[in-house]
């Protein structure tokens, strides 16, 4: 007769319980114990401070010089025009050229056009045009930077821990979406720091970033014959052209990342006039959607063998639009601050996905040019943003981002409706 099974005695329960949470929690950080990608890890993670810091700081001073939404627009407009222009070149140089160097010549410019920006605040002869052309500088600089930081990624952990590596290092960069917003709130509210020493941390953070990148090995330099520029992109639009995969998950990208992200640029429309909050409330807004982030990006690091990712990501694209309509009609400070939160998980979730099936479903001499067509829709961002200011001027922040919110629920459910090689994408 069969006997059932004795049960573990409690201490060896508690041991297997904390094996199995230890495998869990290895598992979700694994490709952080590779030394020169946990170099690259928190160097990036110094640089995106300081582009947060930036975008709180920038949007925060302008706003206060011209009191409208649609100068947040204008601003930002300068960083989207440039990234839209030369982001395919920066793809083509990452496919071609040493990545650590162009990531060093990139962010050693970053920091120079955030001293710049320090040295005329200090001085008191900042004007929105100033922040205007410094923008086309860093959005110029920026379109060469992130081809080249996606590309790096599989030479410093191989194929096979791609998506882990891919959904950590979004958490990196949610990491600085949390500590950015705080750090510029602090900093600007404090007397003796303000707006002037605000941009002079984010010059220290970028020479950190630098110095990260001397850390890093020189890397490998692509050996094959070199085209002529035009023929090298539209080798790269031939490739994506021929991969239905590829066109459908960049396809996913660009609306959710056109109507969606712009909602952050319109957060100090939102701290002044719709929640009456000061520049710290401002820094836990950004805050908030950067823990929620964080969360998502780590949630798909723990689960980086997931099937059904298309529709897991389709799930998460329809909460990301639900999610700004909420954000939009919370009208009280915490319900934004939940709102934001679940808009930071689910937007973080959907993009690290998004981001890792395209990697992974790339040949790797095609890195560069298939990261920088996606990296376009990110310049699609502030490009929205200066319509979507003037709306908000127009009929209200709120309208305006739950529009927004309803094109993009919309946009994923039909694409889970008419595309059914999406739901299929493993």
């Not at 950004?286 to 990006?297: D, H, K």
């Not at 993009?351 to 829709?377: A, C, D, P, W």
């Amino acid at each position: 007769m069969a006997t059932s099974p004795r049960p573990l005695p409690a201490d060896a329960r508690m041991h297997r319980n904390i094996s199995i949470r230890e495998v869990g929690w290895r598992r979700t950080f694994s490709t952080l114990g590779i030394p020169a990608y946990r170099t690259m890890w928190w160097g990036m993670v110094a640089g995106f401070v300081a582009m947060q810091l930036n975008i709180v700081a920038r949007g925060y001073l302008a706003y206060n010089l011209t009191g409208s939404a649609t100068a947040l627009g204008i601003v930002s407009l300068a960083w989207g025009v440039p990234m839209l222009v030369f982001s395919l070149f920066g793809g083509v140089l990452a496919d071609r050229a040493q990545k650590r160097s162009v990531l060093l010549a990139t962010q050693t410019c970053m920091g120079v056009l955030s001293l710049i920006t320090a040295v005329l605040v200090h001085t008191g002869l900042i004007e929105i045009w100033h922040l205007f052309v410094l923008g086309l500088g860093q959005g110029t600089i920026f379109a060469f930077n992130m081809p080249s930081r996606q590309a790096i990624i599989p030479e410093l952990v191989g194929h096979d821990k791609l998506m882990n590596a891919i959904a950590l290092n979004n958490a990196g960069m949610n990491v600085s979406r949390i500590l950015g917003p705080a750090f510029a709130g602090i900093l600007i509210s404090v007397p003796f720091v303000g707006m002037t020493g605000t941009f002079y941390f984010m010059t220290a953070l970028y020479g950190l970033a630098v110095w990260s990148l001397f850390l890093l090995p020189a890397g490998k330099v692509s050996t094959r014959a070199r085209l002529p520029m035009a023929q090298e992109l539209k080798s790269g639009f031939v490739y994506i052209g021929k991969n239905q995969t590829l066109v459908v998950l960049i396809g996913l990208a660009f609306v959710p990342i056109l109507f969606g992200m712009p909602f952050q640029m319109l957060m100090p429309v939102f701290q002044k006039d719709v929640l009456h909050v000061g520049s710290l409330g401002l820094g836990i807004l950004y805050a908030a959607v950067g823990v929620g982030a964080l969360l998502g990006s780590l949630a798909i690091a723990s689960f980086s063998d997931m099937q059904g990712r298309g529709r897991v990501q389709a799930v998460m694209g329809i909460g990301f639009g639900l999610a700004l309509i909420w954000f939009a009609l919370s009208g009280s400070f915490v319900m934004a601050l939940i709102s934001v939160a679940v808009l930071g998980l689910v937007s973080s979730s959907y993009m690290s996905l998004n981001n890792s099936m395209i990697m992974e479903h790339t040949n790797e001499q095609y890195y560069g040019r298939v990261m920088s067509v996606f990296m376009m829709t990110f310049s699609l961002m502030p490009l929205s943003a200066m319509p979507m200011g003037m709306l908000a001027d127009s009929i209200g922040a709120p309208m305006t981002i739950a529009m927004a919110g309803i094109i993009v629920t919309v946009f994923v459910a039909a694409m889970v409706v008419l595309v059914p090689a999406y739901r299929r994408i493993q």
